[in-house]
Structures are given as C-alpha cells and as structure tokens.
C-alpha cells in the first residue's frame, strides 16, 4: 500500500504523459511544466491519456523513487482543470488511486481556540 507522509504537498500533473518515461523524462517535466523542484520533497503525480496507468515521482533522503499502478479494468477518475498542475492533499490522493469520486460532501463546524493575543483589542472578551 502507498502511503505518503500527511502534510506533503502533492501536484498532479493534469496533461496526459507518456508512460514510458522514467527518472529522467519525469524529472524534466516537473522542472519544465511543473515548474517546481524535483527535489523537493514533494509528489508529483503523472497518468497516461487513457487514464489507465500513474506514476508518483518523489525524492527521498537517498535519492529518487518511482511508484507506479496499472489498472486491469476502468480509469483513474480526475478532471483535467485548464492549468497545468493541480494541487491534491493526501486524502484526495488516495481517493484517486481507488477509484472514489465523492459528488458532495460538507465539512461541519469545529471548535477551534481563538488567541485572544491576536485579537484587536475592541474584539477581546
């Protein structure tokens, strides 16, 4: 199973790729058309243009690692937005390698404790 670290930044490379590229072929294009640094730290998520093949490429404190998954039956579900790169957290992710589409969802209130330090002073409790 693939599980990234919870608050790495993650971009999908939202034009179709050539599957046959390795190390080299992704590295240029995250410098390229990414515009971002392959070394970073960061995943870079590439799919081929019939959706049915991803690779992930990202850099550990060794060196460079591919990871890559082909489906047998169905496609990758994602929408292509105008731009080239689309940011995606680690849940999104592994919504995407499973194949779920969430239609709607809500994200309900939560406490959060407020610093009375940085609140103007005519806010203040």
């Given amino acids: 199973m693939f599980a ?4 790495v930044r993650i971009w999908l490379y939202a034009q179709p790729t050539d599957m046959r590229k390795s190390f080299k072929g992704l590295i240029g294009l ?4 990414l515009q971002e640094s392959p070394s970073s730290g960061q995943y ?3 799919v081929n243009q019939r959706k049915t093949q991803l690779k992930i490429l990202y850099f550990e404190s ?8 082909r489906l047998e039956q ?6 292509a ?5 689309q940011a995606l ?3 999104r992710l592994q919504w995407l390698l499973e194949g779920i589409e969430v239609q709607k969802y809500r ?17 203040r409790p």
């Fill in 4 to 7: 990234p670290p919870p608050r």
């Fill in 30 to 33: 995250v410098r390229t058309r």
């Fill in 44 to 46: 870079f998520v590439f």
């Fill in 62 to 69: 060794t060196g460079y690692c591919i990871w890559t998954k």
């Fill in 74 to 79: 169905g496609q990758f579900n994602y929408k």
């Fill in 81 to 85: 937005a105008g731009q080239d790169k």
């Fill in 89 to 91: 957290d680690v849940t």
């Fill in 107 to 123: 994200q309900y209130k939560r406490y959060t404790r407020v610093d009375e330090a940085t609140l103007p002073y005519n806010a």
